[in-house]
Nanobody, 114 residues
Framework: QVQLVESGGGLVQAGGSLRLSCAAS????????MSWYRQTPGKQHEMVAS???????VYADSVKGRFTISRDNAKNTVNLQMNSLKPEDTAVYYC????????WGQGTQVTVSP
């Protein structure tokens, strides 16, 4: 059974930082690209950041220079360091494992107050 469990969300003031973590089980972690998506009410999921098996990273333009994705294959975890947060970063953040199929976590709420 595949499980992706996100943690680290919460409430922060604009300009602050949060670090999201995602713990994966039930997959061979190193075989998967890992991504973070976010969703706000009424909108589609938006890819925020992705890291390949070879540790190549891709970011949405809206977060470049502020967010950093990393992975630890020994611990089966992927992290998202979020700095200089803005109110428009408020969303539910989801971790995904991307292979022949895509697995999703349950999401964690990030709220950035003005």
């Amino acid at each position: 059974q595949v499980q992706l469990v996100e943690s680290g969300g919460g409430l922060v003031q604009a300009g602050g930082s949060l670090r999201l973590s995602c713990a994966a089980s039930g997959i061979t972690f190193s075989n998967y690209a890992m991504s973070w998506y976010r969703q706000t009410p009424g909108k589609q999921h938006e890819m925020v950041a992705s890291i390949t098996r070879a540790f190549f990273t891709v970011y949405a333009d809206s977060v470049k220079g502020r967010f950093t994705i990393s992975r630890d294959n020994a611990k089966n975890t992927v992290n998202l360091q979020m700095n200089s947060l803005k109110p428009e970063d408020t969303a539910v953040y989801y971790c995904t494992a991307d292979g022949t199929r895509q697995y999703w976590g349950q999401g964690t709420q990030v709220t950035v107050s003005p």
